[in-house]
């Protein structure tokens, strides 16, 4: 596929400001979580804006489903670093991430007043967005992603072994299996590997290896050192951000996998009650944007100083910056290696089993938490059909689903 690079390119603020407000408009509109967001992603930067080409895009959001940290932000950063350099990673975090931050800290300060039919209702319909575009999602991915029968084999043996896996690494045991898998089978022929060659050359990312090197100091730094520092200096602000970047550092899968991890981080210390943390939990899976800033809520409503705005931008900064600065460390090796043989085939395994983690993730926690009763089923299959084949915008989904669930909740209560 070619890219719009050959055409006149817009000057440097204008492309900063380009990256700021298209990823403005899907922090405002992507629902459905980490797996919808790759489909939102493909659709606005492959298909339509051009930025990447098909097999670019799939070999990133197989790097940043590889890494610790939310993939989604991972592969918008790196995406805003592709087209606008640094200032246009940052905007595109900043566009990505800001309006969901916005939406729980508004939850957080009104959250005793939605406790009711209509309230529910509203949030279940989201989670039956949920449903529809992750299933989406999973329809378009695998198409692309296993065309064959080896890479389709390796996507049902992701599924088959996450059946089995009870651990907080499953995600990462299947993705390294996919990548071993992928050597083994999916070598790919000379006229395959001449095929990846040019890409090479049209998609650089602006990331020098001392660069690269300096993020992974770095970040080894702060997962070692904040531990150790928390116990000396008795700073509870210190032992916020250390807690939610431990958090942030070591889950694997991203979205729903951190949530163990920040349950033990604020639920198990004392600082936010159960109730607040649940309530919060379902508030993350109703709004567009990364689910990540779930950390946002948990930092406002934390019973322990600081509290409030200061709590809240302590907790995110916490839970993201691990997983850019990792990005940032790999970028420069990952567009070297990825033109070798061994590496493209590596990423084709990556690339299906991502398919299978996302099938799996599209039946828990997505499924089993919002497809309760024949009309959840009934609502979500009109919301896949809108999206695939009568190609409704996600909005338009978003608005049917509400309505229809704070319908069937006043129902069920009268």
Same mark, same amino acid.
């Given at each position: 596929?070619?890219?719009?690079?050959?055409?006149?390119?817009?000057?440097?603020?204008?492309?900063?400001?380009?990256?700021?407000?298209?990823?403005?408009?899907?922090?405002?509109?992507?629902?459905?979580?980490?797996?919808?967001?790759?489909?939102?992603?493909?659709?606005?930067?492959?298909?339509?804006?051009?930025?990447?080409?098909?097999?670019?895009?799939?070999?990133?959001?197989?790097?940043? *489903?590889?890494?610790?940290?939310?993939?989604?932000?991972?592969?918008?950063?790196?995406?805003?670093?592709?087209?606008?350099?640094?200032?246009?990673?940052?905007?595109?975090?900043?566009?990505?991430?800001?309006?969901?931050?916005?939406?729980?800290?508004?939850?957080?300060?009104?959250?005793?007043?939605?406790?009711?039919?209509?309230?529910?209702?509203?949030?279940?319909?989201?989670?039956?967005?949920?449903?529809?575009?992750?299933? %989406?999602?999973?329809?378009?991915?695998?198409?692309?992603?296993?065309?064959?029968?080896?890479?389709?084999?390796?996507?049902?043996?992701?599924?088959?072994?996450?059946?089995?896996?009870?651990?907080?690494?499953?995600?990462?045991?299947?993705?390294?299996?996919?990548?071993?898998?992928?050597?083994?089978?999916?070598?790919?022929?000379?006229?395959?590997?001449?095929?990846?060659?040019?890409?090479?050359?049209?998609?650089?990312? %602006?990331?020098?290896?001392?660069?690269?090197?300096?993020?992974?100091?770095?970040?080894?730094?702060?997962?070692?050192?904040?531990?150790?520092?928390?116990?000396?200096?008795?700073? *509870?602000?210190?032992?916020?951000?250390?807690?939610?970047?431990?958090?942030?550092?070591?889950?694997?899968?991203?979205?729903?996998?951190?949530?163990?991890?920040?349950?033990?981080?604020?639920?198990?210390?004392?600082?936010?009650?159960?109730?607040?943390?649940?309530?919060?939990?379902?508030?993350? *899976?109703?709004?567009?944007?990364?689910?990540?800033?779930?950390?946002?809520?948990?930092?406002?409503?934390?019973?322990?100083?600081?509290?409030?705005?200061?709590?809240?931008?302590?907790?995110?900064?916490?839970?993201?910056?691990?997983?850019?600065?990792?990005?940032?460390?790999?970028?420069?090796?990952?567009?070297?290696?990825?033109?070798?043989?061994?590496?493209?085939?590596?990423?084709?395994?990556?690339?299906?089993?991502?398919?299978?983690?996302?099938?799996?993730?599209?039946?828990?926690?997505?499924?089993?938490?919002?497809?309760?009763?024949?009309?959840?089923?009934?609502?979500?299959?009109?919301?896949?059909?809108?999206?695939?084949?009568?190609?409704?915008?996600?909005?338009?989904?978003?608005?049917?689903?509400?309505?229809?669930?704070?319908?069937?909740?006043?129902?069920?209560?009268?």
């Amino acid at each position: 596929m070619d890219t719009d690079l050959s055409s006149p390119q817009p000057s440097r603020l204008a492309r900063i400001l380009e990256v700021l407000t298209v990823f403005l408009k899907l922090g405002l509109t992507s629902f459905g979580g980490p797996i919808a967001h790759i489909g939102y992603f493909r659709r606005e930067f492959v298909e339509r804006r051009r930025w990447l080409d098909d097999e670019a895009f799939t070999d990133l959001i197989g790097l940043c *489903q590889f890494l610790p940290g939310p993939a989604s932000s991972q592969a918008g950063f790196s995406i805003g670093l592709l087209r606008a350099g640094w200032a246009g990673g940052l905007a595109a975090w900043c566009g990505f991430t800001l309006p969901s931050i916005v939406v729980m800290l508004a939850f957080a300060a009104i959250a005793p007043d939605l406790a009711g039919p209509a309230g529910a209702g509203a949030i279940h319909g989201l989670k039956l967005v949920a449903v529809a575009v992750v299933a %989406q999602a999973v329809w378009d991915m695998a198409r692309r992603l296993c065309p064959d029968r080896r890479r389709a084999a390796i996507a049902l043996a992701s599924i088959a072994l996450l059946s089995l896996l009870d651990t907080a690494f499953a995600q990462l045991i299947v993705i390294g299996a996919g990548a071993l898998l992928g050597v083994a089978l999916c070598r790919p022929n000379a006229a395959d590997a001449a095929s990846r060659a040019p890409s090479q050359h049209r998609h650089h990312f %602006q990331v020098s290896r001392p660069a690269g090197i300096a993020a992974l100091i770095a970040f080894c730094a702060l997962l070692f050192a904040l531990p150790l520092w928390t116990t000396t200096a008795g700073s *509870q602000s210190l032992r916020v951000f250390d807690a939610f970047y431990r958090s942030g550092a070591l889950v694997f899968g991203g979205g729903h996998v951190v949530l163990p991890l920040l349950q033990r981080a604020t639920v198990a210390t004392g600082w936010i009650a159960p109730n607040d943390f649940l309530a919060g939990y379902g508030a993350a *899976q109703a709004v567009p944007g990364p689910l990540f800033t779930f950390a946002a809520y948990l930092g406002w409503m934390m019973n322990a100083a600081p509290r409030h705005w200061s709590g809240a931008l302590l907790a995110t900064l916490g839970i993201f910056l691990p997983g850019l600065l990792l990005v940032v460390a790999a970028l420069p090796w990952w567009q070297a290696l990825r033109a070798r043989a061994t590496m493209s085939a590596a990423l084709a395994g990556v690339n299906a089993a991502v398919v299978g983690l996302l099938a799996a993730a599209l039946y828990s926690p997505v499924w089993t938490s919002a497809v309760l009763s024949p009309a959840d089923f009934a609502i979500a299959c009109i919301g896949f059909v809108m999206l695939t084949r009568w190609k409704t915008p996600p909005l338009a989904v978003v608005v049917l689903c509400v309505a229809s669930g704070v319908a069937l909740g006043l129902l069920h209560h009268g």
